[in-house]
T-cell receptor, first 116, second 114 residues
Framework: KAGVTQTPRYLIKTRGQQVTLSCSPI?????VSWYQQTPGQGLQFLFEYFSETQRNKGNFPGRFSGRQFSNSRSEMNVSTLELGDSALYLCASSLAPGLAGGNEQFFGPGTRLTVL | AQSVTQLDSQVPVFEEAPVELRCNYSSSVSVYLFWYVQYPNQGLQLLLK??????LVKGINGFEAEFNKSQTSFHLRKPSVHISDTAEYFC????????????FGRGTSLIVHP
């Protein structure tokens, strides 16, 4: 069974631009969560989608948005990029939403975004 | 509100020695606890989790952790480490009955020397 895939793996953008990252979950998984990982802030939850609906959202500005398609693939978008948005963006998929009952999340390798 | 503190940012150890990575959490309600490992240029992989029941949890790769409610701790241990255990380890907490948004610790870098 193929794991979670994320594209692209590396991305370089300049301030003010926007970016779209893609995540394909494990086949059969309907929940996709996004995380931002930086040396300064560690791992922070961005949002979670289940059956094309956003279920939870972390404490990030509105420049960060996402969506999920009917095939469970998900995209996240960051508009008006800032230097501080440079990070590793991780996507995780699971069968059911959230970690309720210990539902396991499987992580992709991440997309490393550099904002110049 | 929930929070997680990983007390050591870096833990160096020699191969075949035992290791303990410390994690303390703060929450006023029941919690689920997790340990993840992240190898270079990879995503996170679940090592083990505590949901309820036995306080001693065994995970993959020979790791185990003990949930201590009175000390609000969930320390990760391995009796004998290998070079291949060199990685970043993250502790995470989830408040049961809450919004199911996990909070992660800052991570502990385990460095195994030959």
């Amino acid at each position: 069974k193929a794991g979670v895939t994320q594209t692209p793996r590396y991305l370089i953008k300049t301030r003010g631009q926007q970016v779209t990252l893609s995540c394909s979950p494990i086949s059969g998984h309907r929940s996709v969560s996004w995380y931002q990982q930086t040396p300064g802030q560690g791992l922070q939850f961005l949002f979670e989608y289940f059956s094309e609906t956003q279920r939870n959202k972390g404490n990030f500005p509105g420049r960060f948005s996402g969506r999920q398609f009917s095939n469970s693939r998900s995209e996240m978008n960051v508009s008006t990029l800032e230097l501080g948005d440079s990070a590793l963006y991780l996507c995780a998929s699971s069968l059911a939403p959230g970690l309720a009952g210990g539902n396991e999340q499987f992580f992709g390798p991440g997309t490393r975004l550099t904002v110049l | 509100a929930q929070s997680v503190t990983q007390l050591d940012s870096q833990v160096p150890v020699f191969e075949e020695a035992p290791v303990e990575l410390r994690c303390n959490y703060s929450s006023s309600v029941s919690v689920y606890l997790f340990w993840y490992v992240q190898y270079p240029n990879q995503g996170l992989q679940l090592l083990l989790k505590y949901l309820s029941g036995s306080t001693l949890v065994k995970g993959i790769n020979g790791f185990e952790a003990e949930f201590n409610k009175s000390q609000t701790s969930f320390h990760l241990r391995k009796p004998s480490v290998h070079i291949s255990d060199t990685a970043e380890y993250f502790c995470a907490v989830l408040t049961s009955g809450g919004s199911y948004i996990p909070t992660f610790g800052r991570g502990t870098s385990l460095i195994v020397h030959p």
